[in-house]
């Protein structure tokens, strides 16, 4: 490697390889150049089988300018010597590098100074690797994969790190995220962080971790009531008359939907002594729940494992809805793309409020129907036609999205389903607790990816759902994130008009921080209020832009219109009229043609073709009048 | 000058048959080219040397349709005449 060849080594080389004498060999080789020299000299061209074509180029002379002194001077034109080796060495040579091959790359895709910086080792797969690297920029799907694969895996702990990566990221790159959002998710992770902790220690020291999961749990006590504040009383009253199994059952769901974490981590909470009494359940979950080394604990452990459960579930959820706003901001990067796509077809204000309301209803549907068929006290029952409402307003308002809410029937009907089996099984599986856990977890993974699905066809048939869903969903996951928009009700609200979502928000942050010493029903009612009020302002809003729009397109027409008249009134044929005399004469301006001549005197630009026959004479290029040319502009009579 | 007329006049020039010629030719060529993929400089004294330099991968955009395209990297043998030639065909 690097060495340097010279004559003498090649002599020697090719002698060895010829079996020739080192003389003949020299003798051999050093006429070869030569005569290729000569040949140049000759033909200016030499092809040699094998090895390639010396071809003599000519440069012409050029001018450039000397660097230091910044004078100009001239190239002189001279011949240089060119060396084009043959396709078969050339392969030869590349071998190393042949298994590149050249990538077409999309729109959109940037390697801004990635070919400058980026020095290609010459080991060939660390150039490969980096050629990898190249083609997984900034691409959130690897994530999402790598977290779904992760979350198979019975590794928790795994889990949340690449979550709370992932969300990190996500929050990094998407910049429509609000920075209320931000802190939210932070919030977020730090509980994660302690609950996986404490799962660590669980682990290692029984009696300690007991203890420790105890001030945790406390603490997630602590932070509960702030956010169960901002929920309903109503939708706590009816989570907490669940049953423990169906708390259980509302984990697995919660998984599905963020809007019901607080709740039932609420439920959860409180279902803690009912679960204790079960320690069959309980030492069969925590089982699950990697404490396997404790399922002969004795009673005294029944109230840690029940704990350790209560955390674990906490977790779970925690991961499922983590993954289901990573995947809901990977669909805000995919839907920003099909934006760049078809940024001509941009929805009207209306047209974003009524799927808006279609994207929050699918939602809803969602916890909706979770809660239907588990036949939950009346007051739920309250919540359910309201949000129920909220697509039929749409429908009548729109009839071209109605393959949206159509779609959030089938989602229902789909969930409906799903719950009934659910229940099915749970008489069926009520004995094996064990399977029960883990059958739930992976129907809450199946219901979860139907609503993907669903999703994705959603943005594959309507792809002015999509668009309109960027705003919508981005105020999602804010929202989501915030957890404040637990009740229906207020989330409706908030999400009509973009306009006044960022200040609903802000009032809800306000209640945020106010809520710790506020009362949370007075909270909510007040919040409901506001949510009514804004629905109306946002009602209002909606229909002004409409007709402000109806108006201005009325404008336009009318406009258009009279320019058209007005061009028809100047339409006239030269033919129609003859020469009768001169009316005038007229001196020429600057910048003044027949054209305009003629739209001066006859208010048409047709007749200059009268001037110029009235002014032959006068006139050599029709297309240039000079200024200061006199023309005598003939009086027109009509021949009708 | 094209393959063949050169080797007729290598030929003429040292003495042999055309078709040992053109088999010294070939082999000629052959311990070059190994040479320069092994990473070697070849340097001819009076005519010039051979090298093989590498190329970065680059992005180049066809003109006509806007396409980008990521050329890989790769590695081309390269000719540097000597003074003494390049003086002569100046």
């Known amino acids: ?640 | 000058m094209n393959n063949k007329e050169f080797i007729t006049e290598l030929s003429g020039r040292l003495g042999y048959s055309a078709k040992d010629i053109s088999d010294m030719v070939s082999s000629a060529v052959s311990v070059v080219s190994e040479q320069l993929q092994e990473g070697n400089t070849v340097v001819v004294q009076g005519f010039g040397t051979f090298d093989v330099k590498k190329k970065l991968e680059r992005i180049s955009v066809n003109p006509a349709t806007k396409q980008r395209m990521l050329v890989p990297p790769k590695l081309v043998i390269n000719f540097k005449p000597s003074n003494v030639i390049k003086d002569k065909f100046k």
């Open chain 1, 1 to 640: 490697m690097g060495e340097r060849i010279n004559i003498q080594n090649l002599i020697d080389l090719f002698a060895e390889k010829k079996g020739l004498s080192k003389k003949d060999a020299e003798n051999f080789l050093k006429e070869f150049f030569a005569l290729i020299e000569k040949a140049l000299e000759i033909d200016k061209y030499v092809k040699i089988k094998g090895f390639g074509t010396f071809k003599l180029i000519d440069v012409d002379s050029r001018e450039s300018v000397n660097v230091n002194t910044g004078e100009r001077f001239q190239i002189q034109g001279h011949t240089k010597i060119s060396f084009a080796p043959e396709a078969s060495l050339r392969d030869q040579i590349n071998k190393p590098f042949s298994h590149f091959e050249t990538v077409i790359l999309n729109e959109g895709v940037d390697f801004e100074g990635m070919s400058v910086t980026d020095e290609i080792s010459d080991n060939e797969d660390e150039a490969g690797v980096s050629f990898e690297e190249e083609n997984e920029i900034s691409s959130n799907d690897v994530e999402y994969e790598d977290l779904t694969s992760s979350m198979q895996s019975e590794e928790p702990e795994k889990v949340q790190a690449t979550t709370t990566n992932v969300i990190e990221e996500n929050t990094s790159s998407s910049e429509n995220i609000s920075s209320v959002n931000a802190d939210n998710q932070q919030e977020i992770i730090g509980a994660e962080d302690e609950i996986s902790k404490s799962s660590a220690e669980i682990d290692k020291e029984i009696v300690t971790s007991h203890e420790e999961v105890e001030i945790i749990a406390t603490e997630i006590q602590q932070e509960e009531p702030i956010d169960s504040k901002d929920i309903s009383g109503l939708s706590k009253e009816v989570h907490e008359e669940e049953s423990s199994i169906q708390a259980a059952e509302a984990v697995s769901y919660a998984a599905e939907e963020n809007i019901e974490d607080e709740p039932v981590i609420a439920s959860v909470l409180e279902k803690i002594v009912p679960l204790k009494g079960k320690h069959e359940d309980v030492s069969m979950k925590a089982d699950n729940a990697e404490a396997v080394d404790k399922p002969q604990a004795p009673a005294t452990l029944a109230e840690f494992i029940s704990q350790a459960l209560e955390i674990k579930s906490k977790e779970k959820k925690v991961v499922v809805s983590n993954n289901t706003e990573a995947t809901k901001e990977d669909l805000i990067v995919k839907s920003k793309e099909w934006l760049a796509v078809i940024p001509k077809e941009e929805p009207t204000p209306k047209e974003t409020f009524v799927s808006k309301e279609d994207s929050v209803s699918k939602e809803e549907s969602v916890p909706k129907e979770v809660i239907v068929p588990r036949e939950v006290p009346t007051s739920t029952d309250k919540f359910v036609p309201k949000e129920v409402s909220a697509p039929k307003e749409t429908h009548t308002e729109k009839a071209e999205e109605e393959s949206a809410p159509k779609q959030s029937g089938a989602l229902i009907e789909e969930l409906i389903l799903k719950a009934k089996a659910e229940k099915v099984q749970q008489e069926v599986i009520a004995s094996s607790q064990n399977s029960k856990m883990t059958i739930y977890y992976f129907v809450a993974m199946i219901a979860f990816l139907s609503v993907f699905a669903v999703a994705v066809f959603t943005y594959i048939y309507n792809p002015d759902f999509v668009m309109s869903m960027v705003p919508a969903s981005t105020e999602k996951t804010a929202i989501d994130s915030t957890k404040v928009d637990s009740v229906p009700v207020k989330k409706e609200a908030a999400i009509p008009m973009p306009d006044t979502i960022p200040s609903a928000d802000k009032k809800d942050m306000g209640r945020l921080t106010d809520t710790e010493t506020r009362n949370a029903e007075a909270e909510a009612k007040r919040a409901v209020a506001e949510a009514e009020k804004i629905l109306a302002e946002s009602r209002k809003k909606d229909k002004e832009p409409v007709v402000v729009k109806e108006s201005a397109k009325a404008n336009e027409k009318a406009e258009a219109t009279d320019s058209k008249e007005k061009k028809v009134l100047e339409k006239l044929n030269p033919n129609d009229y003859t020469i009768a005399g001169t009316k005038s004469t007229y001196t020429v301006k600057k910048g003044e043609s027949l054209v305009r001549i003629s739209q001066q005197f006859y208010n048409s630009k047709d007749l200059w073709t009268l001037i110029l026959k009235h002014n032959q004479k006068v006139i050599k290029d029709e297309d240039n009048v000079p200024a200061g040319t006199v023309l005598k502009i003939p009086n027109l009579r009509s021949k009708k």
